[in-house]
């Protein structure tokens, strides 16, 4: 008898996994007669619609060491440090010293250390790489919220706090690569073929 109820009670469950499917693929159904180009298929789904070089700007914001992708503007040392005081001070410390976030500033002279500090300023071998990484990943919490004049003061300022530039410094697209950052002859080349 318990062997009965149990086989009386598969069908049921049968039945409630093909209904299940049924809802699935008339669902599927349903899209699919969306025909293409219609707006309400878009909003939902996003695809199939083409990009437009708005879009593809929009998205690509990288820097090439040597400068290549750089926006007009410029920010100096000073107007970087109200900015830095506002917005990055809080996980970097006043004066980048680190705290939540990372150390930015200071480390020079520690790479071959047995405790080598990796900093902006003792580490990245490009100025411009300072501009692409605060613009597309800083503050944290609010990551491309800033414009190009408030991120070029910033990397001003850090470079500044790093001994790199002078205090009188504003930084534009013209100035930004020609920076010398202190490790840049501290990268070898990859000798493995194909690599950089
Ligand atoms: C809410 C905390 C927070 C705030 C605010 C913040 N940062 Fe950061 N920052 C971080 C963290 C966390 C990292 C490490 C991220 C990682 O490694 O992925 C970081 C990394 C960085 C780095 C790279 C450090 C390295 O050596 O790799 C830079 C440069 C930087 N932040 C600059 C800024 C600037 C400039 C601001 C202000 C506009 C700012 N940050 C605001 C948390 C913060």
């Known amino acids: 008898m318990r062997d009965g109820r149990r086989l009386r009670g598969m069908p049921a469950r049968t039945a409630r996994t093909a209904l299940a499917v049924?809802?699935?693929?008339?669902?599927?159904?349903?899209?699919?007669s969306i025909a293409p180009g219609d707006q309400s298929a878009?909003?939902?789904?996003?695809?199939?619609t083409p990009l437009t070089d708005q879009d593809l700007a929009a998205w690509n914001i990288d820097i090439a060491?040597?400068?290549?992708?750089?926006?007009?503007?410029?920010?100096d040392v000073a107007t970087g440090a109200h900015i830095f005081a506002a917005k990055c001070a809080a996980c970097h410390g006043a004066h980048g010293e680190g705290g939540l976030g990372d150390q930015l500033v200071g480390g020079q002279g520690t790479l071959t250390s047995a405790k080598p500090k990796r900093t902006v300023g003792s580490y990245w071998p490009y100025a411009t790489t300072l501009f692409d990484y605060i613009r597309r990943a800083m503050?944290?919490?609010a990551p491309e919220s800033l414009s190009a004049d408030e991120v070029y003061a910033l990397s001003a300022f850090l470079l500044n706090q790093n001994g790199i530039v002078p205090a009188n410094t504003r930084l534009d697209a013209a100035s930004l690569p020609r920076v010398a950052m202190p490790n840049r002859g501290?990268?070898?080349?990859?000798?493995r073929p194909g690599q950089l």
Do not use: M, Q, T
């Open 65 to 75: 060491p040597d400068g290549r992708g750089l926006p007009a503007g410029s920010g």
């Open 42 to 48: 878009r909003s939902i789904h996003e695809i199939g």
């Open 186 to 191: 501290g990268f070898v080349a990859d000798p």
């Open 139 to 141: 503050p944290y919490n």
């Open 22 to 32: 049924l809802v699935s693929l008339s669902a599927l159904a349903s899209c699919s």
